[in-house]
Antibody
Framework: QVQLVESGGGVVQPGRSLRLSCAAS????????MHWVRQAPGKGLEWVAV????????YYADSVKGRFTISRDNSKNTLYLQMNSLRAEDTGVFYC??????????????WGQGTLLTVSS | DIVMTQSPDSLAVSLGERATINCKSS????????????LTWYQHKPGQPPKLLIY???TRESGVPDRFSGSGSGTDFTLTISSLQAEDVAVYYC?????????FGQGTKLEIK
């Protein structure tokens, strides 16, 4: 069955960096687009970034553009989110989600359980 | 960016009664060449990841109970739960995937009256 397991969250000081990972199993990872979505405490869902099945195309929310980088290693079935220059407002639960197809104009049919990032001094 | 606006923000419905949540997009999200509305509905319970309920505005995901239905086209959409069950208590989000960024509505919190 499809499994997405995020890791790498934790407590980090403002201005520092952190990398999240999402380990995928149960499907042909290299055939599907992947997304990161976050939820700040007490807030709604916010789309963060997407990467195409082969990593050739990447798009970001304006709130993270220039600070976050989405990437993938299809040989390791793993999705990443490198987060630099972290701010307090980046605090929240980060979910990885699988696109139904190889691109990004599709529904998210599976989600991970999420990993919590806290940015605080 | 396409702005998604849900109404109401919260809703209390008696068990067995109908619940209706509305979602309005700031731009048309019906893609003319496919005649599909690029809209999904997700159910989100505390401590769990969001769950896909409806895609293409009205297609129920496999395994989703048939009391959940989606309707609408263009810019106005509705999620209906025909007979509310206790396990339906959650926050519900609409999302458009017509354009990047894929924007979500602010969420509607559904409770039991």
């Amino acid at each position: 069955q499809v499994q997405l397991v995020e890791s790498g969250g934790g407590v980090v000081q403002p201005g520092r960096s952190l990398r999240l990972s999402c380990a995928a199993s149960g499907f042909s990872f290299s055939n599907y687009g992947m997304h990161w979505v976050r939820q700040a405490p007490g807030k709604g869902l916010e789309w963060v970034a997407v990467i195409s099945y082969d990593g050739s195309n990447k798009y970001y929310a304006d709130s993270v553009k220039g600070r976050f980088t989405i990437s993938r290693d299809n040989s390791k079935n793993t999705l990443y989110l490198q987060m630099n220059s972290l701010r307090a407002e980046d605090t929240g639960v980060f979910y990885c989600a699988k696109s139904f197809n190889g691109g990004y104009y599709s529904r998210y049919d599976y989600w991970g359980q999420g990993t919590l990032l806290t940015v605080s001094s | 960016d396409i702005v998604m606006t849900q109404s109401p923000d919260s809703l209390a419905v008696s068990l067995g009664e109908r619940a209706t949540i509305n979602c309005k997009s700031s731009q048309n999200i019906l893609y003319s060449s496919t005649n599909k509305n690029y809209l999904t509905w997700y159910q989100h319970k505390p401590g769990q990841p969001p769950k896909l309920l409806i895609y293409w505005a009205s297609t129920r995901e496999s395994g989703v109970p048939d009391r959940f239905s989606g309707s609408g086209s263009g810019t106005d959409f509705t999620l209906t739960i025909s007979s509310l069950q206790a396990e339906d208590v959650a926050v519900y989000y609409c999302q458009q995937y017509y354009n990047i960024p894929h924007t979500f509505g602010q969420g509607t919190k559904l409770e039991i009256k």
